[in-house]
């Protein structure tokens, strides 16, 4: 291990301070040369130029020939277009007028009664961001209480439901870009159901996200729900927070929705400097090609309970963005940056024993939150002193600090960003830094980071297996009988195992009246209607 003071001669080196957003960025314990910035700075001009075409409106997403503009959602005047800049400022105003109109009793659920809750219904970057900033941001205090679907998974959204003490008075906000998003779907529909159930008229609680035209804004209309707000088509889901899809809820909770915008667009601001060694944004991509070199993971570690989401947010950003099979050229480079990662102290007794001892496959990046208590809250159990001179707070920090330490003394890397506290230009801050890493990084090592052919590939195969599934059905109503491999021979299919699977999933629910009769093995089993 490195002495201490040469520890601190490092840290004093590599230390990137950026007060006009209340950030520093520690690189000095990643083990590249003392050269490496200065030998990748030709290659980071490059992508500096290139973050500069994207944001003027260069076509971004060649695969669906999209621009990619979430940078312009927090400063509507760097839109390249006057349609653009309008449609953008009018969405937030309206957005801040809905939300205002909600809380003041203008705008009444079915019966009169005012909405006390916001249902978000959608599914990975509709859900996630919309999730992260809620358990960031959210205290007792909230104008509306907020729940979620974000899956297709029936016991989870009862679970929702059970939590929502008075669904009369419950709003739901339903995002999907193309309307067509089956887990969305599946999750408004078993949103309607309990409505119906309960007495209550659906179009009368609800809110779309969606592109214009889409399948759920026609259904919209039709039904004549409350408001629409637009999804656009140059933004992606995964960087789609500072959007409606993100700044609706979160305007519904009662959220400060200008002051994250403020903290992601004064980010954007400081990330746009060409020099490298003062531009958090493009030092965090510099790291990670440093760390690519050796196929390392990211462990994300913010020691602030506010942010336990912060690392499944990021994973999706970052691994949807990153993992590509061809870089642009069409070469096979199979890219990617896995990550994953829970809260400080919790971590100290879960995975930290590896980290400290295991395969040195990673490098870390702490989130430190130097103010232990949350800004204006009424309790402050940061005062409480739990040892002469020291609160739990002070424990936290330790922790911290001593964590990093014992990962440096055993060859460990890590990163450490600090910032002041988690508030709302906090977070905003924290979603463009790494939003705009990303589009560092995938520059350098030349990817498109904007399309998903893997997630469009599984969604393939998912809709291949509901089709399967239906010959089936078809198949066994028809009075047949027979195992896995009969029936698949029956209906001319070659994937066995596909059928065997269905099979066994029908059979243990009731919904199909599909029957199982136990064979010799498990692939024997002999199933009919």
Known sequence: ????????????????????????????????????????????????????????????????????????????????????????????????????????????????????????????GSALGPQFVAEALGTNADKLKIFFFDNTDPDGMDAALSKIDNLARTLCVVISKSGGTKETRNGMLAAQAAYKRAGYNFAKHAVAVTGENSELDKVAVAEGWIK?????????????????????????????????????????????MYDLKKNPAALL?????????????MVVLPYKDRLVLFSKYLQQLIMESLGKELDRAGKTVNSGLAVYGNKGSTDQHAYVQQLRDGLNNFFVTFIEVLQDAYPGAPADSSALIVEPDTTSGDYLHGFFQGTRTALTGSGRESITITVNNVSPRT??????????????????????????????????????????????????????????????????????????????????????????QSGPTATEAVYST
Request: hydrophobic share 45%; proline share 4%.
């Open 285 to 297: 991509a510099a790291m990670w090609l440093h760390a690519s070199k050796k196929q390392k993971d």
């Open 427 to 516: 977070v905003g801050t924290l979603i463009a830094l790494f939003e705009r890493a990303v589009g560092f990084y995938a520059e350098l090592i030349n990817i498109n980071a904007y399309h998903q052919p893997g997630v469009e590939a599984g969604k393939k195969a998912a809709t291949a297996v509901i089709n399967i599934q239906r010959k089936v059905l078809a198949h066994l109503r028809a009075g047949n009988r027979g195992t896995a491999a009969q029936i698949a021979a029956a209906i001319n299919e070659p994937d066995i195992e596909t059928v065997h699977h269905t099979l066994r999933h029908l059979a243990a629910n009731g919904v199909h009246a599909v029957k199982a």
């Open 1 to 124: 291990m490195p002495s201490t003071a040469e520890l601190w001669s490092r840290y004093q080196q590599f230390l990137c301070e950026c007060p006009s957003i209340g950030l520093t960025l520690d690189i000095s314990r990643m083990h590249f040369e003392n050269n490496f910035l200065d030998t990748i700075t030709p290659q980071m001009n490059k992508a500096f130029e290139a973050m500069d075409a994207l944001e003027a409106g260069a076509i971004a997403n060649p695969d669906e020939n999209r621009m990619v503009g979430h940078y312009w959602l927090r400063d509507a005047a760097r839109a390249p277009k006057p349609e653009l800049r309008e449609a953008i400022t009018k969405t937030l105003a309206d957005i801040k007028q809905f939300a205002a109109d909600i809380h003041a009793g203008k705008i009444r659920a079915q019966g009169g009664v005012p909405f006390a809750n916001v249902l978000v219904i959608g599914i990975g």
């Open 228 to 272: 629409r707000f637009p999804m656009w088509d140059w933004v992606g889901g995964r960087t789609s927070e500072t959007s409606a899809v993100g700044l609706l809820p979160a305007a519904l909770q009662g959220l400060d929705i200008d002051a994250l915008l403020a903290g992601a667009r004064d980010c954007d601001f400081i990330t746009r």
